[in-house]
């Protein structure tokens, strides 16, 4: 990947994502998309490796580090690396091929590095392509539950230390992460999630999915089905009677058991794994949605976005005590125990409530303030970006351009279409 390449990368802002641009649609995706408006952005997936080329059922993967113009000011990089990329002994191997991919797309780009990101604890991209800033993204205290990314309690806290003495900043996404970096001696901001609000609030104005078998009022939950969610708690909503939908893929470590039990009842439905373009129509169904997370060290220090996205839906949330749903400081969120009998009153209550629009507007007016725009306003600021008083239009293109690295030819596809999560907001 050499040659300068349309548009202007001065100032690019490396952004390190733990999920691939074209997966489920998540944080790492939102912030890209919303912080390009304000800085070019090169987003750069998690290492892929050509073991994948034989997985049908995982999306494509390039033969060779491909780098992608997603719009005007915002790109995408997938490095290619050896087989098991996260496997003790390979990851170093993994970091310096990703590193060197790094260097690369910058060199294509053509322009100068305002900033890494960095979101790994294993593959470390600080230092790689002569930025000027070095910001650790914090989403989550995978200490508290390292199998989930593949990894170990030591390895996850060597990183850490290590990252500790290299970067400038944290960015955390949760309270109880930024307390942990500060302790440390590491200047940090809170920053947590955002939401898609305008993308949410379409809810008012679809049809509920077709697919939707169960009578109303329907208590919803949105979001990966596993081992974070506590199944007493589902167990005890369906047990009052309650319609009770289920929208998400499973995870693949959750016991089999957990979910099939619940499903044979009569008043609970599964609909799987659904396209975040749909989710509105889903949520169109749901009268109150529901964040029914176990209380462990990991949930304790994560931010469910499905909090700000029920309410940018206009619904009632009910949730489990969190230190995230506490930080959000509303009476839109209802924050009780983690016992069945509990919760399960909360759900009650919260679908006897009838729903006034002004409760609606209330619900969508503070999801707006808690968007990916607002969000990526104050990563710009954190690193080092100014954001002018009114922001263009925000148009991110569909299109895409692949820059093949053994010829440096360009192929484009797709069409421009409108940006969204463009209101106005600050953090309360």
């Known amino acids: 990947m050499t040659g300068e390449l349309p548009g202007d990368w001065s100032g690019l802002v490396v952004l390190q994502a733990a999920t691939r641009w074209d997966a489920v649609r998540f944080a790492d995706q939102h912030l890209a998309a919303a912080l390009s408006r304000y800085a070019p952005v090169l987003y750069v997936d998690p290492a892929v490796s050509p073991r994948n080329l034989r997985d049908s059922s995982l999306p494509a993967v390039p033969r060779r580090p491909e780098l992608q113009l997603l719009g005007p000011s915002l790109a995408r990089l997938t490095p290619v690396v050896l087989p098991g990329p996260e496997r003790p002994g390979m990851s170093r191997l993994t970091t310096i091929r990703t590193r060197k991919a790094v260097r690369e797309a910058v060199l294509a780009l053509g322009g100068s590095v305002r900033c890494v990101l960095g979101s790994s604890t294993e593959v470390l991209l600080f230092g790689s392509c002569g930025e000027r800033r070095r910001i650790h993204w914090a989403q989550d205290d995978f200490l508290g539950n390292p199998e989930l990314i593949g990894s170990s309690t030591r390895r996850i806290a060597r990183g850490e230390a290590r990252i500790a003495g290299i970067v400038d900043e944290v960015v955390a996404a949760n309270p109880l992460v930024a307390e942990k970096w500060r302790a440390r001696g590491v200047p940090t901001e809170l920053v947590p999630f955002g939401c898609d609000d305008e993308h949410f609030a379409t809810t008012a104005s679809v049809a509920p999915a077709s697919d939707i078998e169960l009578p109303g009022p329907v208590v919803g939950f949105v979001g990966h089905i596993g081992e974070r969610i506590d199944f007493a708690l589902l167990d005890a909503v369906a047990e009052r009677g309650c319609s009770l939908l289920l929208v998400g893929p499973r995870h693949p470590r959750l016991a089999a058991d957990a979910l099939t039990s619940l499903l044979t009842r009569p008043n609970v439905q599964w609909v799987g794994a659904r396209d975040f373009e749909a989710l509105p129509a889903y949520l169109a169904g749901v009268d109150v949605g529901i964040v029914p997370y176990l209380d462990t060290p990991f949930n304790r220090a994560s931010f469910p976005l499905k909090s700000l996205e029920y309410l940018a839906a206009g619904l009632p949330v009910v949730s489990t005590d969190l230190p995230a749903a506490r930080w959000l400081d509303t009476d839109l969120i209802t924050i009780v125990p983690s016992t069945p009998y509990q919760f399960a009153d909360a759900v ?40 002018p008083p009114e922001p263009h239009d925000g148009l991110v293109s569909t299109s895409s351009t692949t820059i093949d690295s053994a010829t440096n030819t360009a192929t484009t596809t797709g069409t421009a279409g409108p940006g969204r999560g463009q209101m106005e907001a600050t953090r309360p």
């Open 348 to 387: 009650e209550r919260a679908l006897a409530r009838p729903s006034t629009p002004a409760a609606v507007d209330r619900r969508r007016a503070f999801a707006s303030h808690h968007s990916w725009s607002a969000r990526a306003k104050e990563f710009a600021r954190v690193v080092g970006v100014t954001v």
